[in-house]
């Protein structure tokens, strides 16, 4: 599986912004998906996941509320729609695919392929 993620920018404390990953494979439906991110000097963090028909869903505490996750297997696309952006959330936002059909943990260990990541810095 291959993936690219796009769709970040620069924007101010408040906006919107949505990111897009594009995935190769036949067998697109049958990942989970995740959205991770990672500031300088900070680990790489859990954000948000999806299950493989997409009827399942989860966020990290920070961004519930304000973020949503989906993805269109028909074109083998899963996109993090954020909302209500805060400076904090500058990071590197990278896209990833699990070998299963929900990540075992929303460790970044438990997915296996990687996008490259987009970056988004949110101005206060």
């Known amino acids: 599986v291959q993936l690219q993620a796009s769709g970040g920018g620069l924007v101010q404390a408040g906006d919107s912004l949505r990111l897009s990953c594009a995935a190769s494979g036949r067998t697109f439906s049958t990942y989970g998906l995740g959205w991770f991110r990672q500031a300088p000097g900070k680990e790489r963090e859990f954000v948000s996941a999806?299950?493989?028909?997409?009827?399942?869903?989860a966020y990290a505490n920070s961004v519930k509320g304000r973020f949503t996750i989906s993805r269109d297997n028909a074109k083998n696309m899963v996109y993090l729609q954020m909302n209500d952006l805060k400076p904090e959330g500058t990071a590197a936002y990278y896209c990833a695919a699990a070998r299963k059909y929900w990540a075992d943990s929303y460790s970044p260990v438990s997915y296996a392929y990687w996008g490259q990541g987009t970056q988004v810095t949110v101005s206060s």
């Open positions: 999806i299950s493989g028909s997409g009827t399942t869903t």
